[in-house]
């Protein structure tokens, strides 16, 4: 069955560093890959998008990487800050009915970055 | 600024009774979409609509159902509230034909009693 695999445990981080999020999948065959942020009571919210054929997109303090080959995108946070602290979700996007594109989400991982 | 708005924050109903959960974007967006969230499970769709009038199911439809009769708006309604739809729901809505991001409502607690 198709799977999206995100650490599960939260990842706790000192300010200043770079936070690393994995997001792991199998069985699917994505043409893109989304991640979004979202904080407690709150909907996503959207951060990057990245193609099968972009190996790296950045944006600000943040940067995703996407490996077919692997299975897997990588998501980074440089010179994480306390408000960074969320929990953040990979989604991967498929063709589906009427010309839409659905994303399938992971179940998140949870960022904690301490003072 | 973009915008979708539900009706609801938080909602207490009793099991048995029909719920209608409602949610409206004001971007022009063809495609709608509700989720269910809860801890440990993530997003889940429940029900996509990429047209008025049109809907597909999701992963989980069932005990649901959704109505879209206009393009700014989509419903969803649970026929007979059960315990085990207690739950975190949130709407999104995305341009269709391309990939773009979701926009996310604010969401709605739902609690079947």
Known sequence: SQKIEQNSEALNIQEGKTATLTCNYTNYSPAYLQWYRQDPGRGPV????????EKEKRKERLKVTFDTTLKQSLFHITASQPADSATY?????????????IPTFGRGTSLIVHP | DVKVTQSSRYLVKRTGEKVF?????????????WYRQDPGLGLRLIYFS?????KEKGDIPE?????????ERFSLILE???????????????????VREQYFGPGTRLTVT
């Open chain 2, 21 to 33: 959960l409602e949610c409206v974007q004001d971007m022009d967006h063809e495609n709608m979409f």
């Open chain 1, 46 to 53: 959207f951060l990057l998008l990245i193609r099968e054929n």
């Open chain 2, 50 to 54: 990429y047209d008025v009038k049109m």
């Open chain 2, 80 to 98: 007979s509230a059960s315990t085990n739809q207690t739950s975190m729901y949130l709407c999104a809505s995305n341009e269709r034909d391309v």
């Open chain 2, 63 to 71: 005990g649901y159902s959704v109505s879209r009769e206009k393009k």
């Open chain 1, 89 to 101: 979700l990979c989604a991967l996007v498929v063709p589906a009915s009427g010309g839409s594109y």
